[in-house]
């Protein structure tokens, strides 16, 4: 049978979804954190000259200038000046102070350069004004060899100002090392083990392997490893926790001490808080097993922790939430997100007649994707605003009276509430955070599952952990709650949760078993 084939026209209707360029730089610009769109910006201002700071706009320099200059020809006493409408003024009459000003708009001619007698004249008035005593004895100690300061020591951040680098754990051993009377081989070998080590300061690495990587005897390695397990921190390059904390004893003098012992014999009992149990292996009394545990406990389990890690980072609030008389206020924090303008000059040059047609494409690009981007961040403002709102709403107890008084929240209701899709809410409040009366919480924080209460109420599950928290507090380490008792303990308040929730809690919460929270007296 033969195919043949048809040619022909077919005409469907049909709806769907495109996304532009714009609109995912719109979603991106909505989930990021202020510090991600920080960079964005920065990256955005250094390839697209069209944009430029608020604070910082050649515009705003000129027109400073142009204020100077009216100014020095402003009219005689009596006649009245025109008035200059106010940032309120401007809001109010629906303008944002996002979008482009009238003052942006480009202008037919260019602002004129400061004369330079002016600045001349300024500078000459500010010598008479200076002390030169004290510029001698400050600042001016070579001046007999005719050298001359650098202009920008002034302007030079001091000493404690400046920023250095973290020593690294690599660089603090390499150090000591290098102050030490290692021979080279020596030191080949010992650097080749120092960085090696693991955040935390342990030797993964099996020594075999780092003989054949050297090409030197495995004995050789030992002895080498055995010195460096001898610098400070006490404890790094040990190949397991036993090892570490038994050479911090050694470092104390406590090599064959009780402590030592139970390090070496009997750590897996230690960890599980089986005192009893050691005692009896060992022949001693309870008391004394307590003493040697106190003294172990002392110890640092992660001897590179104080090298290793990442920087901190630090938390901007997006919103704040103050009360004001009854009600709850939400303000958006704009000093933390740049603010950005269309830059007058590429503007005036992108409408002169002289400018090439590439060229002037070129701007009207750029000119659209600043738009683009000036108008993705007000609307970013507006929908965590709004979004701030709407939580304010539903957690009104919680900002009254603290994390006991959350409600279950989930996506949907802020969605229906301010008309939005749930993964606009979702992305919203994603890595956003909310200075409040009760403290700085991310927005994700205030939506919460709920739990079946015995009055037929759902309790928010912030709450519940919070409840278990405070029961382990204030339980006795000698007699730590299990999970079963602390559901028992929780029914008795209302709230019906399984034990193998409470340990799911628990364990969120990163609280240890009963087991291991018992401590001997």
């Given at each position: 049978m033969a195919l043949e084939v048809k040619l022909g026209q077919d005409l469907r209707l049909r709806q769907q979804l495109v996304m532009t360029p714009q609109l995912q730089q719109a979603i991106k610009i909505l989930q990021l954190s202020l510090p991600e769109l920080e960079a964005v910006v920065q990256s955005e201002l250094d390839s697209n000259p069209m944009l430029e700071p608020l604070d910082h706009?050649?515009?705003?320099?000129?027109?400073?200038?142009?204020?100077?200059?009216?100014?020095?020809?402003?009219?005689?006493?009596?006649?009245?000046?025109?008035?200059?409408?106010?940032?309120?003024?401007?809001?109010?009459?629906?303008?944002?102070?996002?979008?482009?000003?009238?003052?942006d708009r480009p202008a037919e001619t260019v602002a004129t350069e400061p004369p330079d007698a002016a600045a001349e004249l300024r500078e000459l008035s500010r010598l008479d004004k200076l002390d030169w005593r004290e510029y001698l004895e400050n600042y001016s100690n070579n001046w007999q060899d005719g050298e001359a300061g650098d202009p920008d020591d002034e302007r030079r951040n001091t000493l404690e100002n400046t920023l250095t680098r973290k020593t690294s754990l690599e660089d603090h051993l390499m150090w000591q090392m290098r102050m030490s009377n290692f021979d080279e081989t020596?030191?080949?070998?010992?650097?080749?083990?120092?960085?090696?080590?693991?955040?935390?300061?342990?030797?993964?690495?099996?020594?075999?392997?780092?003989?054949?990587?050297?090409?030197?005897?495995?004995?050789?390695?030992?002895?080498?490893?055995?010195?460096?397990?001898?610098?400070?921190?006490?404890?790094?390059?040990?190949?397991?926790?036993?090892?570490?904390?038994?050479?911090?004893?050694?470092?104390?003098?406590?090599?064959?001490?009780?402590?030592?012992?139970?390090?070496?014999?009997?750590?897996?009992?230690?960890?599980?808080?089986?005192?009893?149990?050691?005692?009896?292996?060992?022949?001693?009394?309870?008391?004394?097993?307590?003493?040697?545990?106190?003294?172990?406990?002392?110890?640092?389990?992660?001897?590179?922790?104080?090298?290793?890690?990442?920087?901190?980072?630090?938390?901007?609030?997006?919103?704040y939430i103050q009360k004001v008389g009854d009600d709850f206020m939400v303000t958006l924090n704009e000093s933390a997100v740049p603010r950005l303008r269309l830059a007058n000059y590429y503007q005036r040059v992108m409408n002169d007649a002289g400018v090439g047609a590439e060229t002037r494409e070129y701007l009207q690009e750029r000119m659209r994707s600043a738009r683009w981007l000036v108008k993705s961040i007000y609307q970013r403002?507006?929908?965590?605003?709004?979004?701030?709102?709407?939580?304010?709403?539903?957690?009104?107890?919680?900002?009254?009276?603290?994390?006991?008084?959350?409600?279950?929240?989930?996506?949907?209701?802020?969605?229906?509430?301010?008309?939005?899709?749930?993964?606009?809410?979702?992305?919203?409040?994603?890595?956003?955070?909310?200075?409040?009366?009760?403290?700085?919480?991310?927005?994700?924080?205030?939506?919460?599952?709920?739990?079946?209460?015995?009055?037929?109420?759902?309790?928010?599950?912030?709450?519940?952990?919070?409840?278990?928290?405070?029961?382990?507090?204030?339980e006795g380490n000698h007699n730590p709650l299990s999970d079963q008792s602390i559901a028992e303990i929780l029914r008795k308040d209302q709230i019906n949760i399984a034990r193998r929730t409470v340990a799911k809690y628990r364990q969120a919460l990163g609280i240890l078993p009963s087991g291991r929270r018992k401590r001997i007296a």
């Open positions: 706009s050649v515009a705003e320099a000129a027109a400073n200038h142009e204020n100077d200059e009216s100014a020095a020809n402003a009219p005689a006493d009596g006649e009245p000046l025109a008035a200059e409408p106010d940032r309120e003024t401007a809001l109010a009459n629906g303008e944002s102070e996002w979008e482009p000003t009238a003052d020596d030191q080949r070998v010992g650097a080749t083990i120092i960085y090696n080590l693991n955040d935390d300061g342990y030797l993964e690495t099996p020594l075999e392997e780092l003989a054949a990587q050297l090409e030197c005897e495995v004995d050789r390695v030992g002895r080498v490893l055995k010195r460096v397990q001898r610098l400070d921190p006490p404890g790094v390059g040990a190949r397991d926790l036993r090892e570490c904390l038994h050479a911090q004893l050694a470092n104390l003098g406590m090599e064959e001490s009780l402590a030592a012992r139970i390090v070496l014999n009997h750590l897996d009992l230690l960890e599980k808080h089986r005192y009893n149990e050691i005692a009896r292996a060992m022949g001693i009394s309870l008391e004394l097993v307590g003493g040697a545990a106190k003294v172990i406990s002392l110890l640092e389990p992660k001897p590179g922790r104080d090298y290793g890690g990442q920087e901190p980072a630090y938390i901007v609030p997006d919103v403002q507006q929908t965590i605003f709004k979004v701030a709102n709407s939580i304010v709403k539903f957690q009104h107890a919680f900002f009254e009276h603290g994390v006991s008084h959350l409600k279950p929240l989930v996506l949907k209701d802020v969605a229906v509430d301010i008309n939005m899709h749930e993964s606009t809410i979702s992305r919203a409040t994603a890595n956003k955070y909310a200075h409040t009366p009760q403290g700085i919480f991310e927005l994700k924080f205030f939506f919460t599952s709920g739990v079946k209460a015995a009055d037929g109420e759902d309790v928010s599950a912030e709450t519940v952990k919070e409840k278990i928290r405070a029961l382990v507090a204030g």
